[in-house]
């Protein structure tokens, strides 16, 4: 069955014969399938009052294990996210009372992001739904073909990373 990305090729094959698109047909089903994951997520997420960045950050603070806090720069690299958006994140988990910041025992100057009964309790409650909504959507490939697809998935994001 044809869809839009094959639509698009055929436009530019028609428009560019010499020119070989192939890699539009990975790269645009790629994106077109994160964004239409991320929709979905969205709506799990938006049940519980969350959102992607709400959720991420209390997920990995409770994967840290206990006592559940950990440094702003490890909260991003964990995350994987920009330090920058960790604080504009951090901001709005603290005014919910998701999250607390502390001072770091281990260093004077510096702050640790320690999850908070409340922050627990609501990842808690979003995390089984979230793996559910997952499930629904990778449950249309075998489990082979799972990890035949994350470990391409794993050498895209490796080769689009280099330089």
């Known amino acids: 069955m044809a869809d839009q990305v ?6 530019w094959h028609a428009e560019k014969p010499e020119l070989d698109v192939s890699p539009m047909a990975v790269i645009g089903r790629l994106s077109r399938t994160a964004l239409a ?6 709506e799990t997420f938006a049940r519980h009052g969350l959102d992607s960045g ?5 997920a ?10 950990i440094a702003p ?11 920058s958006a960790v604080a504009q994140r951090l901001n709005k988990l603290e005014a919910r009372g998701l999250i607390a ?5 281990d260093d004077g100057r510096g702050t640790l992001v320690a999850l908070t009964e409340a922050g627990k309790t609501l990842v808690e409650q979003a995390l089984p739904d979230h793996v559910e909504a997952e499930r629904a959507m990778t449950d249309a490939l075998s489990g082979e073909e799972q990890v035949l ?10 080769a689009a990373r280099s330089r």
């Open 37 to 42: 994951i991320d929709l979905r997520l969205a």
């Open 6 to 11: 094959d639509r698009i090729l055929e436009q």
């Open 149 to 158: 697809l994350a470990g391409f998935l794993q050498r895209l994001d490796e």
């Open 60 to 69: 990995t603070l409770l994967r840290s294990g206990a006592p559940h806090r």
């Open 101 to 105: 910041r502390e001072a770091n025992p």
């Open 54 to 58: 709400s959720f991420d950050v209390l």
């Open 73 to 83: 720069a490890v909260l991003a690299r964990d995350a994987m996210i920009t330090s």
